[in-house]
């Protein structure tokens, strides 16, 4: 099923789909979807964030067939580079597109690094139900065997259908379509990098997605977060708490921060020796919220410590760089602990 011709409301936007291709837009700023060929072996170097968006696209013959697509090229870099700056800018672009009526989804190519704090970025703040896509590739497009056209193809695929209104933001890659809340780059090589603590959302099958479940927390349309004014978001950052961290590796973090993830072991167990330091950043001012370096589980409250006497948050089961997101812009709105938590057990 492509576009119907009946009149629905998505998000905030009322748009009435007719029988005709799906306008997309489509978001360049770089990574290695965007990468050109070094030297003679195209196998192994290249450079990232070289091609234009434009001329990834022209490389992907047949996909005008699926959608009209409107390319426009935002940013050039590595997505490791993303600042907190940098999301707000993006979100903003991927804002007008989405309430532009004459838009039917957005899709956003980025390298594959920071592909899942982007896309999170995007559940959070784009309070649309057109298809928000964030897709990237493994491959240069000069590598034998690249994804860079197969992914594309299915990011579009995916943007063009109506089935992809109201999952909030997804990550397209390798067939695969990740909820952008559950999603991380989990092998640094394979084509088959990402996953989801609960699987994917479903799958791009013969050129359309084909959805298995749909995303419970908050997201987009039911998120709290409004970025239309936003110029910075707070310093908020991640220590990883091993046995040997210094005092001084935690106070220095503390300093100049709003708030402290500190990636325990396990349920987000920290060691003894860490305490003291913790809180004692914590008494100039910063929120503590306990995570975890396993990749899947929850932080269970007053588990491992005593949260409530501590006044330490947990993240649920988000991962740190996510938690880290989710409250920069929780702190935006009702920076008291107990709103805090509530927002890592409502999105
Ligand atoms: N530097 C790239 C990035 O933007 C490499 C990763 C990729 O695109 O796969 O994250």
Redesign the pocket.
């Known amino acids: 099923m492509a576009w119907t011709s009946r009149k629905y409301s998505i998000g905030r936007n009322e748009v009435s789909p007719t029988q005709r291709k799906p306008h997309i837009a489509l978001l360049g700023t770089?990574?290695?979807?965007a990468?050109k060929a070094r030297g003679d072996d195209p196998r192994v170097a290249y450079d990232?964030?070289s091609l234009s968006i434009d001329e990834v696209l022209a490389m992907c013959r047949g996909i005008e067939q699926k959608a009209t697509i409107s390319a426009n090229q935002i940013l050039q870099?590595?997505?490791?580079n993303f600042s907190f700056t940098d999301f707000i800018a993006i979100a903003r672009e991927v804002w007008t597109y989405a309430f532009d009526d004459s838009f039917d989804a957005v899709i956003v190519a980025?390298?594959?690094?920071?592909?899942e704090e982007l896309a999170y970025f995007l559940n959070l703040t784009i309070p649309t139900s057109k298809p928000l896509i964030v897709t990237?590739?493994?491959r240069p497009p000069s590598a034998m065997g690249s994804d860079v056209c197969p992914n594309l193809y299915d990011a579009v695929c995916v943007a063009a259908h109506s089935d992809s209104c109201g999952m909030g933001a997804v990550v397209v890659m390798n067939s695969e379509i990740h909820a952008a809340r559950d999603v991380i780059k989990s092998n640094s090589f394979k084509l088959d990098a990402f996953e989801s603590q609960f699987g994917p959302l479903g799958y791009v099958v013969d050129g359309a997605p084909r959805y298995y479940r749909r995303p419970f927390r908050k997201h987009t349309t039911s998120s709290e977060f409004d970025i239309r004014h936003l110029q910075a978001l707070p310093m908020v950052e991640m220590i990883p708490a091993y046995e040997g961290l210094t005092a001084r590796v935690v106070s220095e973090a503390a300093s100049s921060s709003a708030g402290l993830i500190v990636i325990g072991t396990g349920g987000g167990s920290i060691p003894e020796s860490l305490i003291e330091p913790i809180k004692d950043a914590q008494s100039r001012g910063a929120f503590v919220i306990r995570a975890s370096r396993s990749p899947e589980g929850v932080v269970v409250r007053n588990a491992a410590h005593p949260d409530d006497e501590y006044e330490w948050l947990v993240v649920d089961d988000q991962q740190p760089a996510k938690a880290r997101i989710l409250l920069a812009l929780a702190l935006q709105n009702d920076p008291t602990k107990t709103a805090l938590q509530r927002c890592f057990h409502e999105y």
């Open positions: 770089g990574g290695t979807i990468g990232c964030s870099k590595g997505s490791e980025q390298g594959t690094n920071t592909i990237g590739a493994m």
